[in-house]
């Protein structure tokens, strides 16, 4: 798998395992966990787009007993996901399943929840239309969708550190960047998605959490 960012390396890990780390999920998945375990209840079967290395389906599936988790990433790329599966052996982190969110195939429905961390800035917004299209087809009502990433507010970066981080992902893909806040509330409820919470979150990221249901 090509790295998913800058912050992705090949790392040893005390317990020997080569596995492929991305740093900033070793930074931020305890606070999303602390974050997600206000949201999820036991059993619920969580979606997650765009799983990047699957260190957040291994860790959340420690953190939070009896959640199913369910990895994807685009095809071809779920050589790291596997990895971490095979290390983690929880019972709740699922076989992760191809899917691109800009194509109309999603292979679940009724979900729970969806989870996805750092996508929204790293595709182009047609890509954030089209994931919203497939989220809110594939949720169950009253699904919750949890968004975790770096937003603008008023047009504006939060930080050096994000503007730092929008200039690198234009030079990659000059369609990507950080997105809108207000672009993705609106987003949302043009496809039944209602912001419920804005939370903020370390180092200028915030957790967006919206619930499906059809009444404004
Ligand atoms: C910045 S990485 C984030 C990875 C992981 N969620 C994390 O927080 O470390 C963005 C991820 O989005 C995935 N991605 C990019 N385009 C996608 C698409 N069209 N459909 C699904 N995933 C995509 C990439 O493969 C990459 O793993």
């Known amino acids: 798998m090509q790295p998913a960012d800058p912050h992705i390396q090949s790392t040893k890990l005390a317990t020997h395992a080569e596995l492929p780390v991305a740093e900033s999920c070793l930074r931020n998945q305890k606070p999303i966990a602390d974050v997600l375990s206000r949201f999820l209840t036991p059993d619920m079967v969580v979606f ?44 709740g982190f699922l076989p992760p399943v191809e899917l691109d969110i800009s194509q109309d195939i999603w292979p679940l429905r009724n979900m729970d929840a969806v989870f996805s961390a750092n ?11 089209a994931m919203f299209k497939g989220i809110s087809r594939s949720l169950k009502d009253n699904g ?21 981080l929008n200039e690198w992902l234009r030079m ?8 809108d806040f207000e672009q993705i509330v609106l987003l949302g409820r043009q496809h ?25």
């Open 192 to 216: 039944q998605l209602h912001l419920l919470h804005d939370i903020e979150m370390p180092a200028n990221n915030r957790m967006l959490v919206f619930e499906k249901h059809p009444q404004p």
């Open 48 to 91: 997650e787009v765009g799983s990047g290395t699957g260190q957040h389906a291994a860790y959340m599936t420690e953190q939070l007993r009896g959640i199913h988790w369910q990895p994807s990433e685009l095809p071809g790329c779920l050589s790291a996901i596997r990895a971490w599966r095979e290390h983690s052996k929880q019972a």
């Open 172 to 179: 990659r893909d000059p369609d990507s960047g950080i997105k």
């Open 119 to 129: 996508v929204v800035h790293f595709v182009g917004w047609s890509q954030v239309v």
């Open 144 to 164: 919750l969708v949890l968004l975790y990433g770096p937003y603008n507010y008023d047009g504006r970066f939060t930080s050096e550190g994000n503007i730092a």
